[in-house]
């Protein structure tokens, strides 16, 4: 692909005062920039491993999907290693729509929450009590940036696109 041209990193975040509007607005943020890097990305590029790992763009985006639908509405994840593949039917846009309606049913869970230290949703298929609502929010900010920093370096590597 030709490269693109460079486009200039996004400012964090504005968010309330409050701790949960920073938490919330901070991974609103790096889902954004996820959802940026695998957007306009033409089949196959989008699917194809950018790395000897296998690891690709579409990849990123569905296993978050389900890293989301796990911590924040509670649906068993499975085979984690194979959230990371793309079906050969799940078109980009399949895959892009699907994170977005997630992440915006997670956004209710998360607004319906009065208190960042009350157990949060009870990921799927674990026992015993559920982590707080602010480790939640923690660790989807944690897991959503290290893959938004994979995408980052698979874009560069697919068309030369840098910037979020």
Known sequence: MPPTARRRDTRPPRTGPGEKDVLAG????????????????PEPHARTPGVPSGTNLLGLVKHLTHVERHWLLGQPAGDWAATFHPEPDETADDIIRAYRETTARGDEVIAA??????PGPRP???????PSLRWTLTHLIEETGRHAGHADILRELIDGATGR
């Not at 929450?113 to 009350?118: G, K």
Request: glycine content about 14%.
């Open 26 to 41: 901070f991974l609103a943020y790096l889902r954004a920039a996820v959802v940026a890097k695998a957007r306009g990305v």
């Open 113 to 118: 929450c009065p208190d960042l230290a009350a």
């Open 124 to 130: 799927g298929g674990r026992r015993g009590p559920a």
